[in-house]
């Protein structure tokens, strides 16, 4: 179980500018688990323990008088990223933070939001309506996503686009999400991961009218061509084949995490390819407070045109002193969540 453990912390004490925060539930990722086994994150300066949980839905206990209309009673989700001093984030956009220096709730630099009580800045928690608090805590892995499929949209802005097919590759939660986002804005949606056609997952993607492929049974390159492809499964091969599907004028949109791999390839045919197909490839990270309130008015879309897709979502729900379970592997898995409303 690597070095996840239940402690007794005290309560945080919230600054002018932040509110107290009472957690709900706590979405766990992979991100979570990669802390967990030590390859990432970082404990704020001072403390020798990082609370974990940077996907998370709270209510405000205590906010003093704030510009964004923050108060208590309020159903929230904060966001992950806080800004430093670089342009991009003194202008709103800490996910395309010029300098690194930025911190984050749960990950880097900040405590998350796993404990009982937690504290955010209040110009970073973005209200939930009370017709989505069963979902809502889905709000943090959606606006990767949502950032994702709006910046293709804003690059394809160079020219009259009209997309039709779109790929996803890999068919975690953001996986998921993304179909679900491509669905309302209409496209062809092609799925593809590694479980069987009669897993959880595969059944989550046809009924919202994707297409779910089994890599298994077969090859990516038999799919045909797409005009937007997301590749989230942190696979370097599946990325570099991918950019070989992209239909002329198309968008390849990397949100994986790559390790280093050495391989051999013909650059000079893929950046012919490029070129002669008015061809992009981008990465996308993070995502700032704008695409968690696009996410909620998604999320209400959503509900309508796919009811129940969003809570079925959920495969695992744990109290806190559960918590070995929820960080726990489980067959035909899709969203761990802690739920902190048992204790009450
Ligand atoms: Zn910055």
């Not at 092609?190 to 090859?219: C, F, H, M, W």
Request: glycine share 10%; with cysteine.
């Amino acid at each position: 179980m690597g070095s996840v453990r239940l402690i007794d912390a005290p309560q945080p004490t919230p600054s002018a500018r932040e509110a107290l925060l009472r957690t709900n539930k706590i979405g766990i990722c992979g991100t979570d688990l990669e802390i967990i086994q030590g390859s990432y994150g970082e404990a704020p300066s001072g403390s020798d323990y990082l609370i974990l949980g940077h996907e998370c839905l709270a209510t405000v206990e205590e906010a003093s008088i704030n510009s964004a209309g923050i108060k208590r009673g309020d159903l929230v989700i904060p966001t992950v990223r806080r800004p430093d001093g670089c342009i991009n984030c003194q202008n709103g956009e800490s996910d395309m933070c010029l300098t690194g220096q930025y911190m984050e709730h749960g990950i880097k630099g900040l405590h998350g939001f796993c404990s009982e009580f937690s504290v955010s800045d209040v110009n970073f928690l973005v209200p939930v309506p009370p017709e989505l608090s069963d979902v809502a805590v889905l709000l943090e892995p959606t606006s990767v996503a949502e950032k994702g499929v709006a910046q293709s949209f804003k690059i394809q802005e160079r020219m009259i686009w009209k997309p039709k097919r779109a790929l996803v590759l890999g068919t975690g939660p953001v996986g998921i999400l993304t179909v679900l986002l491509l669905r309302l804005r209409g496209l062809d949606v092609t799925a593809v991961a590694t479980r069987p056609k009669d897993s959880l997952k595969a059944r989550t993607i046809e009924k919202i009218g994707g297409t779910y492929v089994n890599a298994n049974d077969q090859p990516i390159t038999s799919l045909g061509k797409f005009d937007l492809i997301l590749e989230e499964t942190g696979v370097s091969s599946l990325a570099a084949e991918a950019q070989g599907l992209l239909n002329n004028n198309g968008v390849l949109c990397l949100l994986g995490i790559y390790q280093p791999k050495l391989a051999t390839q013909d650059i000079g045919h893929s950046y012919a390819d490029i070129v002669l197909g008015n061809k992009i490839t981008f990465g996308s990270v993070n995502a700032n407070k704008r695409y968690f309130v696009s996410g909620i008015q998604d999320f209400k879309t959503i509900q309508q045109r796919f009811p129940g897709v969003l809570k079925s979502l959920f495969t695992k729900i744990a109290g806190p002193s559960d918590f070995s379970k929820a960080y726990g592997p489980t067959k035909d898995d899709i969203k761990s969540v802690i739920d902190f409303q048992t204790l009450n």
